[in-house]
């Protein structure tokens, strides 16, 4: 799974109707400029530090920092842009936008100093899984008819990769103050199922067809990425699914506000806050949780 991501991401932009699939970011402004408001009101009520950064991991296009950083500039937020981005063809597209960012292989490049504002939306998804049944670990086959399962059966996933980055950014925070913003697909506790897939062409796919040519993920559990991210002391919010969770920031009054300044925009910016937030669209499987400094306040909506 790494070795299929890491080529199938170092070599496309995988985003939007021409490619295999569509983000949050990339479905509307909305999103990223929710995401940036909850940012700048704990940067502001965290006393409005000067030295904070902003950080994403796996930025994709750049689109949600863009909406993100537009609210928390006007909110005065002055600080540098750090990306965590592995692929060259995207870091490519994201310095369109953001001239002045700093690019990072891993969060441990990111320099020393002040409090990190850090938002990952779908990069979690997108790091490897294990598989193991009957505990032991299913392995990917050469076949003459190709590759195969080695062996099927009731599939337990973890990802010692994903809890790694969630006790770095753990870690991050408690050494330097400040809130990550985790927004993902995937289910509040730790239980047996295969979550695995394929994507290509905005079409589910055969997970071993085309290695390195179809995106692939797992679902994230957040109970396990909690808890590795709690090992170093940071506090974890509750989980929030991503519908509720912009309702209660105020979707609805941005959608208002952006149908008053276009009326003919109304129907879109409806069916848009409707993919965003519906339970049968993105608004239930999406979940969003915050882990933050004891110095700093958990973000609106998720208290
Ligand atoms: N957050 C964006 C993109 C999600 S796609 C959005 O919501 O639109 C996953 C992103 O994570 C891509 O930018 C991809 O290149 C990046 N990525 C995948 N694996 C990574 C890794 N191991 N380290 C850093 N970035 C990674």
Redesign the pocket.
């Known amino acids: 799974m ?1 070795a299929c ?2 080529y199938y ?1 170092a070599t496309r932009d ?2 939007g109707a021409a490619g295999d699939f569509t ?4 479905i509307s402004q909305m999103f990223g400029e929710v995401i940036g408001a909850a940012l700048a009101d704990c940067w502001t009520r965290a006393g409005a530090p000067a030295d904070a950064i902003y950080a ?6 750049g ?2 920092a863009s909406d993100a950083l537009r609210v928390m500039r006007a909110a005065g937020f002055d600080g540098a842009v750090h990306f ?4 060259p063809v ?1 870091r490519e597209i994201q310095r369109q936008s953001h001239a002045d960012a700093k690019w990072h ?2 969060l441990e490049s990111l320099p020393p100093g002040g409090p990190l504002m850090l938002v ?4 979690f ?3 490897p899984v294990r598989q193991f049944i009957d505990g032991i670990e299913r392995r990917v086959v050469l076949t003459p008819a190709g590759l195969a399962f080695d062996r099927d059966g009731e599939v337990v996933e973890d990802s010692p ?1 994903r809890d790694e980055a969630a006790r770095e950014i753990g870690a991050l925070l408690d050494e330097r103050g400040g809130v990550a913003l985790v927004i993902d697909y995937g289910h509040a506790s730790t239980a047996p199922g295969e979550t695995l897939q394929a994507v290509r062409g905005h079409a589910y796919a055969p997970l071993l067809h085309k290695p390195g040519e179809q995106d692939l993920t797992a679902h994230v559990d957040f109970e396990a990425l909690a808890s590795q991210a709690a090992v170093g002391g940071v506090k974890v919010t509750r989980l929030v699914s991503q519908g509720e969770w912009l309702k209660r920031l105020g979707i609805g009054v941005r959608a208002a506000a952006l149908t008053d300044a276009s009326p003919e925009r109304a129907a879109e910016l409806a069916s848009t806050v409707q993919r965003l937030t519906g339970k049968s669209a993105m608004g239930e499987l999406f979940k969003v949780v915050a882990f933050h400094s004891a110095s700093w306040p958990a973000p609106a909506g998720l208290e």
């Open positions: 790494e991501n890491d991401y995988p985003l983000t949050a970011p990339e994403e991991a796996g930025p994709g296009r689109t949600l965590i981005e592995t692929s995207l292989d891993s990952a939306n779908e990069f998804d997108a790091l990769v």
